[in-house]
């Protein structure tokens, strides 16, 4: 799996290393960055498949940044990923219906990343 | 005969002969006229001299219309006597103008009063005359057969007889003709009024030719010789036959009305336009005598007030016509006042009726009526308002408002203090009313009445709701000390009434009223008062207890809200705890899942070995996070479960593929048994289903070392059934009691050899529950044990 860029917003420094060795071994390439402002100015400047995001972030969270996605023509129908470590099944269903493609609570095992490579492959 | 026989014969006769020519003077008067006169001058004297003025302009009249020669007229004149006295004659003047003899008027007169006899029979034209009046005229003796000696024509209609027959008792004598029961009574009136020498008039029957009776109108007079003797009676009769008979039939009705009118209560008074009273029946309620009020005003006999009241009412009956109905009071010797009513009706253009009621009984009924109605209104509206109304104020301006304005009461509502009831020693004012201008001035404690020990004894021992009045302070009756009678009086409070509120013999309240002015408690408002008073004293309890009951309401809402928020600070904790634990287990099992999957390179065994060690570690401490949590969330009431739709066959399957992998290591048979048919979707929260199940399969499995793991699911009319068997080492009886409770193993010990938070099944049980459901075991030491988990599920309904 090639060409695929994929753009993930966690303000743990660890949590964002996880992901994107995991990513990486599947050669998919990771930029990261630790907040949804940094997010939204890199979203601007290059072209990514996906958006892997932690819901809570200081200043906007996980919520606001797809709301901000959604709300730009360009960005709009690009695939956002929701990671958090708060357990819920509600919180499952919540982000469903705001319009996260996927939602996984932390830890994340490897099967993670089947999960995102099968949503990149659809793309 | 010559004339000189006849002229012998006219001056000689005992009937006046006056003889008037053209010009109406009197040219000759015979020896019996000129004996009354005296002696006419020679011819030029007028006739007007000899007559009263009263009958000169009838004579003149008469004579003027006597045309027609030989015509006759019969008249009544008085001709002035000689000595100047009036003379009455009953004449009759005969028209001679034309004859060549006489050429002027002849009066026969036959003297009234006089000393001439009478002539004893008519001229034919004085007998055609009497011929064609309507009755009978006659002439008859006054004797005990009443001798008829001339009875006109008029006989035959009257009585169907001729005159003939009954003249000079032909064939009848008059009597006969006489209804026997009247002939005594006829004979004795006329001999009464010949005696009196006057006229008489006589009512009685005769009898006619065909047997049947007529009451006939008799007129008549005597004529009298020189010595005052009776010589012959003349008379009319006429018919009245047919008035006696309405007349009968209207005394009839007059009895009859005669009798109504006594049977009246009623005064009876008949007035004429000016008021004056024509007529009174008397009455025992008319306490003067009748004749005292005959001819006399009714403002003369009426007070003023009142006689003006029925002056007024006559006045307009007079111009309207109309019956007038008012009432009046009038003061009555030993009855005092009394109540009338009045009616007035127009009898005809000059007099009027009045008939007068006494209406005092009525009106006493009548008022009784209207203050007991006014009486049940009042209560009935009270009574409605404490219903509607909540404030304080309301409830007591609803109570005894309607003393407030009207008689410038105070009113204080006071409750006790300490409202414990015991006793009414202090009472504290919660409510007051007081009129506008008002006079009364509070002291600072704002009641006028010290309510000290003296005074509240006493109401302590009066019975419930029983008022106690004080119709005024300057006659007390012990309720206060003279010193308390004096600060009372300063206040401007000059009668009181207190009102004790107890209620099932508990002190309640009680009824402040003050007036500044002495006023006794009416027994109709004592009767109101101790009759509202009960519902007043239990709805003011009602408020009391219903106070009481919000205060305890708030503070136990207070409470609840306090413990609520604790509970959700306590998880709001929890799960800032949880994620920030589970946020460096992210790092800890994501970089050592890392390692293990090769994709950091490769390790040796020792290496591998403590990494897998530090996996598994970080696995075990992620369950007992998530354990606490979710039983924090659970005790804390916030376990919030999920309603979405989901495939039963395929979380079933997620089960197996995850236990199966586990089964797998320890050499354990995992059989899966499910409906084959079910739903396409249920609605529910699949992941704590799924927590339910996964939880028992994974302690199935861990307390298991041979054999095998069973797992059942079924669906049947909305219960889902989840069946987790084990061959395991078993729950020893005395277990299953407490195996579900929090922090409980069977073991304590066994905590080391198998792990666990001892939160598992205390998880499980509590999902169950907050799902609706239950779970059971079943388990025999060294066989294994059964879990049941039973679980409300409904298949969703497409909404689409």
């Avoid at chain 1, 060795?21 to 939204?40: F, K």
């Avoid at chain 2, 010589?231 to 009895?255: C, N, P, W, Y």
């Avoid at chain 2, 007043?536 to 009602?542: A, G, Q, V």
């Avoid at chain 2, 922090?743 to 099944?761: E, Y």
Wanted: with cysteine; net charge negative.
């Amino acid at each position: 799996m090639a060409n695929h860029r994929v753009l993930v917003v966690e303000d743990d420094r660890y949590g964002s290393e996880v992901v994107m060795r995991m990513l990486n071994h599947r050669n998919i390439d990771v930029d990261t960055v630790n907040s949804a402002e940094q997010a939204l100015k890199l979203l601007q400047e290059n072209a990514y498949s996906m958006v892997i995001s932690d819901l809570a972030l200081p200043g906007m969270d996980g919520w606001g940044l797809l709301r901000a996605i959604r709300a730009d023509p360009k960005l709009a129908p690009l695939p956002v990923v929701a990671i958090t470590a708060f357990h819920d099944a509600k919180l499952a269903l919540e982000a469903q219906e705001a319009g996260f493609r996927a939602y996984f609570s932390k830890p994340l095992y490897v099967t993670f990343v089947d999960e995102i490579e099968r949503i990149l492959s659809t793309l | 005969m010559d004339e000189a026989f006849y002229r012998a014969l006219i001056e000689d006769t005992p009937t006046l002969l006056l003889v008037l020519d053209r010009y109406l003077r009197l040219v000759y008067a015979n020896a019996a006229a000129r004996a009354l006169i005296g002696s006419p001058p020679a011819g030029d004297k007028s006739a007007r001299d000899y007559l009263h003025p009263d009958d000169w302009p009838v004579l003149e009249e008469r004579l003027r219309t006597l045309r027609d020669a030989n015509s006759q007229v019969l008249l009544f004149f008085r001709l002035r006597q000689a000595d100047g006295r009036w003379y009455a004659v009953d004449g009759s003047i005969v028209n001679k103008l034309h004859d060549e003899r006489v050429r002027g008027f002849v009066i026969y007169a036959i003297a009234l009063h006089g000393d001439r006899r009478p002539q004893q029979d008519l001229s034919a034209s004085q007998r055609a005359l009497l011929n064609n009046l309507p009755g009978m005229v006659y002439r008859c003796l006054n004797d005990d057969t009443w001798t008829t000696l001339y009875a006109s024509d008029g006989i035959i209609q009257l009585l169907g007889y001729h005159p003939e027959e009954v003249t000079h008792n032909a064939r009848l004598p008059f009597i006969n003709l006489i209804h026997p029961d009247d002939r005594q009574q006829i004979w004795h009136e006329t001999q009464i009024a010949l005696r009196e020498k006057r006229p008489y008039e006589l009512l009685y029957r005769l009898i006619t030719a065909n047997g049947t009776e007529k009451w006939v109108w008799d007129t008549g007079r005597a004529v009298y010789d020189d010595g005052g003797k009776v010589v012959v009676l003349e008379g009319f009769v006429s018919d009245i036959t047919a008035q006696k008979h309405m007349e009968q039939a209207l005394r009839q009705s007059e009895a009859q009305n005669t009798a109504l009118i006594n049977a009246l209560p009623d005064l009876l008074f008949r007035f004429d336009h000016n008021g004056i009273y024509l007529d009174v029946k008397p009455h025992p309620m008319l306490h003067t005598s009748v004749e005292h009020l005959l001819g006399k005003s009714v403002t003369d006999v009426l007070p003023a007030p009142v006689g003006e009241q029925v002056m007024r009412a006559i006045r307009r009956v007079a111009q309207h016509r109309q019956l007038e109905v008012f009432e009046y009071q009038l003061p009555i010797a030993r009855s005092g006042l009394r109540d009338f009513e009045a009616r007035i009706v127009a009898i005809d253009d000059q007099q009027m009726l009045c008939l007068v009621r006494d209406i005092t009984e009525r009106q006493q009924a009548e008022h009784a009526l209207q203050d007991a109605l006014f009486y049940i209104q009042r209560q009935y509206e009270t009574s409605r308002a404490m219903i509607a109304t909540s404030e304080l104020t309301d409830l007591l301006a609803a109570f005894v408002g309607h003393l407030v304005e009207s008689e410038h009461c105070h009113v204080w509502l006071l409750v006790m203090r300490p409202a414990d009831g015991a006793s009414p020693d202090h009472f504290e004012a919660i409510a007051q009313l007081a009129p506008h201008n008002s006079t009364i001035t509070l002291p600072e404690n704002g009641l006028p009445i010290p309510l000290d020990n003296t005074t509240t004894q006493q109401l302590l021992q009066s019975a419930p709701h029983q008022a106690i009045a004080v119709p005024d302070i300057d006659m007390p009756v012990g309720l206060l000390t003279p010193e308390n009678i004096a600060l009372v009086r300063q206040f401007g409070v000059r009668a009181f009434a207190v009102l004790p509120l107890k209620l099932h013999q508990r002190w309640v309240g009680l009824l402040l009223l003050a007036w500044p002015h002495p006023r006794a408690l009416r027994p109709e408002d004592r009767q109101y008062f101790e009759a509202l008073a009960p519902q007043f004293s239990t709805l003011l309890e009602n408020r009391r207890l219903l106070a009481r009951m919000e205060t305890a309401l708030s503070e136990l809402q207070a409470a609840n809200e306090k413990a609520t928020e604790a509970s959700r600070l306590k998880s709001a904790f929890l799960a800032t705890m949880s994620h920030e634990l589970r946020t460096p287990l992210n790092t800890i099992i994501g970089f050592t899942g890392i390692m293990l999957e090769g994709m950091a390179g490769e390790f040796d065994d020792t290496t591998r070995y403590m990494i897998s060690a530090i996996y598994e570690s970080g696995e075990h401490l992620l369950t007992i996070i998530s354990d606490i949590l979710d039983i924090s969330r659970i005790e804390a009431g916030r376990l919030e479960l999920v309603d979405a739709p989901f495939d039963l066959h395929k979380t079933v399957k997620s089960w197996k593929d995850r236990m199966s992998i586990l089964a797998e290591k320890k050499g354990l048979r995992f059989d899966v048994e499910i409906d084959p048919v079910l739903p396409a979707a249920f609605c529910g929260d699949q992941s704590r289903i799924t927590q339910i199940a996964t939880n028992l399969l994974a302690n199935a499995i861990k307390f298991t070392e041979a054999g095998s793991i069973r797992l059942a699911v079924h669906w049947h009319n909305t219960l889902l059934t989840i069946v987790v068997c084990d061959t395991g080492i078993g729950i020893p009886a005395h277990a299953l009691a407490f195996i579900f409770d929090e922090f409980r193993q069977v073991d304590a010990s066994s905590r080391r050899v198998h792990g666990g938070t001892g939160l598992g099944l205390s998880i499980v049980r509590r999902l169950c529950e907050a799902m609706g459901g239950s779970i059971n075991v079943q388990s025999k030491v060294g066989e294994g044990s059964c879990f049941t988990a039973t679980l409300p599920l409904k298949p969703c309904v497409d909404e689409k």
